[in-house]
């Protein structure tokens, strides 16, 4: 069974709300809907209930199972306004907050800081940083973790992956590295791919030198003594972590070198281009950027998200949801 039915079977054993920020977004709207008229979740639209009644008429779309927040006209606001600033801890006045909260990303991450929805979407059309910001400030890191990182689970068939930091840390030091590693072991367990981790760089076991290849041995070092039970090695070069006979040439005797299904990146140009290439060059399905390391569950849309790819990234987002309980 592909990834995304399983992890529907699992969301659908407990409807959980996500909120949609982006409810006037026609990809959006369209699998929010299809999402909640399947029972698979319960969905919260925000913006204007009119335009969006308008679009979903256009579209043909049944808003019966959808509840609509509109932002401009929430009865809600004045506690939210009182919950942010307290959260800030001094860094925001009352004046702030309420600015920050026009802004539909900080308002559906509220949501979720208020348990009135387990989960948020949204990034189709925001950027990462705006999407995400918010939750880093509001949501924050998991219980032990110390960043929150970002992955794609990438599927071609039976071929499943997962890719990271794809997203968030622009150049992460080599403890984050091994952090990011840990979170994604976590993320390839909850989508049924049993984690093989391979730290990538440009080099395999010593066949270059410098301060970016010391970074990602360091990383692999510090996550093979923090997690033994968790079989990866690096530094690898792409080839030598996934085709079995260049591993076995480059880094003969790894039990990863060849068979590496989650690969971390030495930082996020090439976690960024690494994820793109893979999804339009080599047609796989690339859903995310999932947000692990978080307290609870808020993914970010790529712009270029269609609206099948808002629909697989709510199911997951339900799931993480499920999982966390
Ligand atoms: C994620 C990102 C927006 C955070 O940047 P930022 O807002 O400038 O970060 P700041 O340093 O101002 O931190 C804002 C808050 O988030 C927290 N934070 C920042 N990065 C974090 C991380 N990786 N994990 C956890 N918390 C983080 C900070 O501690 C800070 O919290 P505070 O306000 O309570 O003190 C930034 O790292 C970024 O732009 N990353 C690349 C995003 C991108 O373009 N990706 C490519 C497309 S997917
Ligand atoms: C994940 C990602 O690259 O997002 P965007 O395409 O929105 O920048």
Do not use: W
């Not at 760089?201 to 970074?215: E, L, Q």
């Not at 090695?233 to 996934?242: P, S």
């Amino acid at each position: 069974m592909d990834i995304f039915s399983t992890l529907k079977k699992i969301a659908l054993s407990e409807k959980k709300t996500i909120v949609f920020p982006e409810g006037n977004d026609k990809r959006v709207l369209s699998a929010a809907v299809k999402l909640a008229n399947e029972g698979v979740i319960a969905a919260i639209l925000l913006g204007n209930e009119t335009e969006i009644g308008k679009m979903a008429a256009d579209l043909k779309l049944d808003l019966t199972h959808v509840k609509i927040i509109d932002p401009q006209t929430y009865g809600g606001l004045e506690k939210m306004v009182a919950e942010l600033v307290a959260l800030r801890n001094g860094k925001s006045t009352a004046e702030d907050a309420k600015k920050m909260l026009s802004d539909v990303s900080y308002f559906g991450t509220m949501l979720v800081y208020e348990n009135i929805a387990d989960g948020m979407v949204s990034g189709a059309a925001h950027s990462t940083a705006s999407t995400v910001r918010p939750a880093l400030q509001i949501i924050k890191t998991a219980a032990g973790m110390h960043r929150v990182s970002g992955s794609f689970v990438m599927e071609r068939g039976e071929e499943k992956y997962v890719f990271a930091d794809c997203a968030i840390n622009i150049d992460p030091d080599a403890t984050t590295l091994a952090e990011i590693a840990y979170q994604s072991a976590q993320t390839a367990k909850m989508v049924g791919i049993d984690p093989k981790v391979a730290f990538l760089s440009f080099s395999t076991k010593g066949s270059a030198k410098g301060a970016m290849i010391d970074k990602v041995v360091e990383a692999t070092k510090l996550f093979q003594e923090k997690y033994p039970e968790i079989p990866a090695d690096g530094e690898l070069q792409f080839d030598a972590a996934f085709v079995p006979s260049v591993g076995q040439s480059k880094a003969p005797g790894s039990k990863v070198a060849g068979h590496a299904n989650v690969f971390v990146f030495p930082e996020l140009q090439s976690g960024n281009i690494g994820y793109k290439i893979t999804q339009r060059l080599g047609n796989f399905l690339a859903v995310g950027p999932i947000l692990q390391g978080i307290a609870k569950p808020v993914n970010d849309l790529s712009r270029g998200a269609s609206s099948d790819d808002v629909y697989n990234l709510a199911i997951l987002t339900a799931a993480q949801a499920i999982f966390k309980d």
